[in-house]
């Protein structure tokens, strides 16, 4: 009889779906959601904001930082429209892809336009980007070199995840400080991101609930699909150089499933199973939720984002949510950000936020 009722128990828990020939185990929302927040887990530290605010005739422009640990400063900048009397703004949270920054014209030109449809839009360096990366960041060096170290590290307690996790973490702390402010809407603050960016987003937000509305952009996937269908090279291209290493240190000329699949476990784990998109995604129902993605995507490939977005979809439709799920395939363009993108992810702000 025990072990009746244990069977029962563990297929209450872990329930199997299947789409696009792969076989999902779906974890309760609430093991997600605990485990990833230990996982991420280190000591609080007091924010130590410092901002400096640059006025203009159409927008105002705040540089500054604040402290995501103890010793890790995180460089923002803050667009805002320009208002008669002091309110509490709604907030779009903008972040940027492998080798960028805040300060890419890209990036500074979403944030003049979310501030000019009435939001306050924030951009933050990721880790070991931009200001974080020093003055000598050739080829985003300073990215391979955290990411090879995190490789290394033999030392559990001093295990880093500089390919994702860390800035995961820093956009938790980056809700807790605009919460602080006098300007901000707590209640109103969404996010999104473009390629890893918007990995980041689907990240953070699955999990923090103080984000209400999402908007991840070319960033729907499967690590899992991609490892299993041979598809990975595009992601794995992000970061080539790790990946080279690693295949080297366990005795393989060139990149293959099986090193990719070592350095992933060991830096991102997780991340093919419990972690990835299909798993996190349904998190994020009820809240509006927009998933904009290209059918020729390299580093996303569309058969694995689908296993994403029926994922998304199931979640929503058995929370009488799924008019606050839209989902934007865009046929024959590859991996990269597009003006349709930005007009789909206005209107949507404007609605939900």
Known sequence: ??????LVTLLLLFQFIKVNGQSLKSYPDSKIEHDFLSLLARPVTKPRPYTVTL?????LTERGYFYSEEKEKVPFLINKPVVSQPKKLPVVIVLHGTGGSKDNQDIKDLLYH??????????????FHGERAGLNNKNNQYY????????DNNDPEKQTYPFFYDTVYDLWKLTDY?????????????????????????MA????KRIKVAIPIIAAQSFKWSLENNRWQGRAGTIRAVHEKVANDMGDSTVSAASVKALWNKILPGILDEFDCPSMIRLFAPRPLLLLSNGEDQNCPLPGAEIAFE??????????????????????????FLPKHLKLA????????
Do not use: C
């Open 1 to 6: 009889m025990k072990q009746t009722v244990g």
């Open 55 to 59: 006025d203009s005739d159409s927008v």
């Open 114 to 127: 979310f501030s000019k449809l009435g939001f306050m839009a924030v951009a933050i360096d990721a880790r």
């Open 144 to 151: 391979t070199d955290a990411i090879i170290a995190a490789w």
């Open 178 to 202: 605009l919460i602080s402010r006098n300007d901000v809407d707590p209640t109103r603050i969404g996010m999104t991101g473009i390629s890893m960016g918007g990995i980041e987003t689907w």
């Open 205 to 208: 937000a699955s999990v923090d």
């Open 311 to 336: 994922s998304a979809k199931k979640a929503y439709k058995s929370k009488n949510a799924s008019e606050k799920l839209k989902i934007d395939i865009t046929p024959n363009e590859p991996h990269r």
């Open 346 to 353: 206005s209107e949507w702000f404007v609605k939900w936020l």
